[in-house]
C-alpha cells in the first residue's frame, strides 16, 4: 500500500477530499518524526502499536562481494512494536 492508496483510503473513509486526507497524513508523519528526535523519542498508539528511537552501537561488519572487514559507526534508528490489537488484526 502505498502513501496515495493510503490518502484515498482515508478520504473515502472519512468523506474528505484527497487534499484534506492527504494534509492530515503529512501531519501526522511530521509529528511522530518530530516526536522521535527527541532525547527519548518515543510513540505509543493504543491499540496499534509503539514506535520508539533506539541507539545502535559502532559494530565491525564484512563487505559480501570482497570480505573485507568494515567499521559500522553508531546510529538511531526506529523501532516499532505492534499492540495487542493489531497482532490479533494479523
Known amino acids: ?3 496515495a492508496d493510503i490518502v484515498e483510503k482515508m478520504a473515502k473513509d472519512a468523506r ?3 487534499a ?3 494534509a492530515a497524513l503529512n501531519s501526522f508523519v511530521d509529528s511522530v518524526t518530530k516526536a522521535l528526535k527527541k532525547k ?3 510513540v505509543t498508539l493504543v491499540g496499534f502499536g509503539t514506535f520508539q528511537k533506539v541507539r545502535r552501537k ?3 561488519g564484512r563487505n559480501p562481494q570482497t570480505g573485507a572487514t568494515i567499521k559500522i559507526k553508531a546510529s538511531n534508528t ?3 512494536k505492534p499492540g495487542k490489537a493489531l497482532k490479533g488484526a494479523i
Open 78 to 80: 526506529v523501532r516499532f
Open 16 to 18: 474528505i477530499s484527497k
Open 40 to 42: 527519548a523519542g518515543k
Open 20 to 22: 484534506a486526507a492527504g
Open 58 to 60: 559502532a559494530r565491525k
Open 1 to 3: 500500500m502505498t502513501k
